[in-house]
């Protein structure tokens, strides 16, 4: 069992940065791959960042790849989400999550999710 914590969202303007930050807890976290999501309104949730059990893989995908960078501390129990060049459409409610296996951008491949934080972004 892992139980995933959110924080660091918040309101900015386009253009600005913002880093989520991914507290878990419970047994074996360094052996989970990880990953952020995000559901915007009226939208389905869908997969933005992931990361291996070791923090040496990562992907991405297309509508933030450049601007967005994932990592993890196992030694801390964390994984964060670094926001760049942030736009209006990257607005949503994001939500961090684990799982077996790496590489995957399936709702249903993850077992655990947080309770998200929300990200706005201004024009």
């Known amino acids: 069992q892992v139980q995933l914590v959110e924080s660091g969202g918040g309101l900015v303007q386009a253009g600005a940065s913002l880093r989520l930050s991914c507290a878990a807890s419970g047994r074996a976290f360094s052996s989970y791959a990880m990953g952020w999501f995000r559901q915007a309104p009226g939208k389905e949730r869908v997969f933005v960042a992931g990361?291996?059990?070791?923090?040496?893989?990562?992907h991405y995908a297309i509508s933030v790849k450049g601007r967005f960078t994932i990592s993890r501390d196992n030694a801390k129990n964390t994984v964060d989400l670094q926001m760049n060049s942030l736009k209006p459409e990257d607005t949503a409610v994001y939500y961090c999550?684990?799982?077996?296996?790496?590489?995957?951008?399936?709702?249903?491949?993850?077992?655990?999710w947080g309770q998200g934080t929300q990200v706005t972004v201004s024009s």
């Open positions: 999550v684990a799982g077996p296996r790496y590489g995957v951008i399936l709702v249903r491949s993850y077992e655990y």
């Open positions: 990361i291996s059990w070791d923090g040496k893989s990562t």
